[in-house]
């Protein structure tokens, strides 16, 4: 399958800064990127699908000023948390499709943690 | 609204056969996936179906049935490596994925 290589895999930020996280997909044009969380336990939740070029449309309840949403060119897309807070600790896993892709191929997750 | 449902937990032995079923109500239909998911991990794709019928794929199979809303996920020769949770997810009608919120499968020795 397809490669998508998220980074980093951890990290830990102290409340108020903000965090950047980079999906790649490494052998494959993503026109479509998918970021989620994942809190533990749970399932996936869907916060936002951005194409390339577009801006990103956010799911219902997902704070678009919070999460900002980056997908520039066909095999970069970024997710920054701004003014992290303890709540946003999670683990956020990106994953990518390209245009005649049946399924889209995720990265490694990041585990977030907000102290 | 829109429903997958699977059961929370399973526990099977090892060298055993186990079922994961997954029901599903959506608006619209393209296709259903079995994900797994180890502790702390992505998912990883296991298998796609878009019609009715059983996809076999080494020790995994996934079956569909689209006229009632059923899938599920048989696993064969279980091993301990198989400990994980089973994440089914349906494509609706607008091209969005539904995710269940996963089944974990125990293996027990």
């Known amino acids: 399958g397809a490669v998508v290589s998220q980074h980093p895999s951890r990290v830990i930020c102290k409340s108020g800064t903000s965090v950047k996280i980079e999906c790649r997909s490494l052998?494959?044009?993503?026109?479509?990127m998918f970021w989620y969380r994942q809190f533990p336990k749970k399932s996936l939740m869907l916060m936002a699908t951005?194409?390339?070029?577009?801006?990103?449309?956010?799911e219902q309840g997902v704070e678009k000023d919070k999460f900002l949403i980056n997908h520039a060119s066909l095999t970069l897309s970024t997710l920054t948390v701004t003014s992290a807070h303890p709540e946003d600790s999670s683990f956020y896993i990106c994953?990518?499709?390209?245009?005649?892709?049946?399924?889209?191929?995720f990265g490694q997750g990041t585990r977030l943690t907000v102290v | 609204g829109q429903n997958i449902d699977q059961p929370t937990e399973m526990t099977a032995t090892e060298g055993a056969i186990v079922q994961i079923n997954c029901t599903y109500q959506?608006?619209?239909?393209?296709?259903l996936f079995w994900y797994q998911q180890h502790a702390g991990e992505a998912p990883t794709f296991l298998s796609y179906?878009?019609l009715d019928g059983l996809e076999e794929k080494g020790r995994f199979s996934s079956f569909l049935s689209r006229s009632k809303g059923y899938s599920y996920l048989l696993l064969k020769e279980l091993q301990m490596k198989d400990s994980a949770s089973y994440l089914c997810?349906?494509?609706?009608?607008?091209?969005?994925?539904?995710w269940g919120a996963g089944t974990k499968l125990i293996i027990k020795p």
């Open positions: 994953s990518a499709r390209g245009r005649l892709e049946t399924e889209a191929f």
């Open positions: 052998d494959f044009q993503a026109t479509t």
């Open positions: 951005s194409n390339e070029g577009s801006k990103a449309t956010y």
């Open positions: 959506t608006s619209g239909f393209n296709g």
């Open positions: 179906n878009v």
């Open positions: 997810a349906v494509r609706d009608g607008n091209y969005q994925l539904i």
